[in-house]
């Protein structure tokens, strides 16, 4: 899916032709309503941007995207950023502004359980993520967490694209799955899984999704880097101070088979669980409980310096 701003004429610059620039985002989600909120109120174009979004379907292919050049900024997990630094590419990514602060995942049981545990797993075919990345990381944290050894106490099936889990899923693989929204509540709605558990609840403020950029982009283009960030704060600043509904209004049209009523539903559970932050800038402490999840995974070896993948300058700048 590929969506282009729309929203009213620059405030910054009325009378300039705005910068075409290329946001390649892991998925098109309900999770990232700050970064729709944005687009559909014009808040790029005030700031100069003309933007379009690529989905890449997979942090992986979000960050290739970025490496190879066909996205100016990517939109996805950090940990992504993590591996292209640990690969030695001299030209790394490094991430400007984050987005959301817990997991946006949910667990969707195909039977109704009244009173989910987690030892309810156990035995159990459950459909995951990819390896490495960070849906299934944290699923796999939770369920140390909770005393289950992901390995041994269920059957982890990980061999399905990241787009076509929840159908999957609802064509009889797997006895609960890990999914997003809007897919969590249409599973709900379509009477074929129940929503159990959020991984957001359970793992903690985590930074699970952030923009990031080449270090050249960033060198090159730093008031492009500002005015993006400049206008995700202002999404971020709207969410938190509109109710769901009025949020939905805004978003709707970026979720055409996504009913108001389901679009509400999913905001609210959002907000409730304090999924969204409230501005752009990138947790420390966040970043290093992100390491330790990345290590606990056996994907990192040695501890990465905020400083070195993280700059929040153009976030505090935003936010002020």
């Not at 729309?6 to 309900?30: D, F, M, R």
């Not at 030209?91 to 987690?118: H, M, P």
């Not at 109710?243 to 389901?262: G, L, R």
Request: glycine share 8%; with cysteine; aromatic share 10%.
């Amino acid at each position: 899916m590929t969506g282009c701003l729309s929203g009213c004429s620059s405030k910054k610059q009325p009378s300039a032709k705005l910068t075409k620039v290329t946001l390649n985002e892991v998925t098109h989600s309900i999770f990232y309503a700050p970064q729709y909120v944005a687009l559909e109120k014009g808040y790029f174009k005030e700031e100069g941007i003309d933007l379009k979004i690529d989905i890449g379907f997979g942090a992986d292919k979000s960050m290739t995207a970025v490496i190879s050049d066909n996205a100016d900024i990517g939109f996805m997990g950090p940990e992504a950023a993590i591996y292209q630094y640990n690969e030695g590419n001299k030209d790394y990514a490094v991430c400007f502004a984050q987005l959301t602060q817990r997991a946006g995942n949910f667990l969707v049981s195909r039977e109704e359980i009244k009173d989910f545990k987690w030892e309810d797993l156990k035995g159990k075919d459950v459909i995951g993520g990819r390896k490495g990345g960070m849906p299934q990381m944290i699923f796999e944290y939770i369920l140390k967490k909770k005393g289950l050894d992901p390995k041994k106490d269920l059957n982890l099936i990980q061999n399905i694209d990241f787009a076509n889990t929840s159908g999957a899923f609802s064509g009889g693989s797997g006895d609960f799955t890990v999914e997003f929204e809007p897919n969590a509540t249409a599973l709900e709605q379509q009477g074929a899984g129940y929503v159990v558990s959020s991984l957001g609840i359970e793992s903690g403020f985590v930074p699970y999704t952030a923009y990031c950029a080449k270090k050249s982009y960033i060198k090159k283009h730093p008031e492009i880097i500002q005015g993006f960030t400049n206008a995700i704060a202002k999404g971020q600043i709207y969410v938190k101070n509109h109710t769901p509904e009025e949020i939905a209004d805004v978003i709707k049209d970026q979720f055409p088979d996504t009913s108001k009523k389901d679009l509400i539903t999913i905001i609210k559970r959002y907000k409730d669980q304090d999924t969204y932050k409230t501005t752009p800038v990138f947790s420390k402490k966040g970043f290093y409980l992100l390491q330790d999840i990345l290590k606990d995974a056996g994907e990192l070896k040695e501890t990465i310096p905020f400083q070195t993948l993280i700059d929040n300058t153009y976030a505090k700048k935003a936010i002020q």
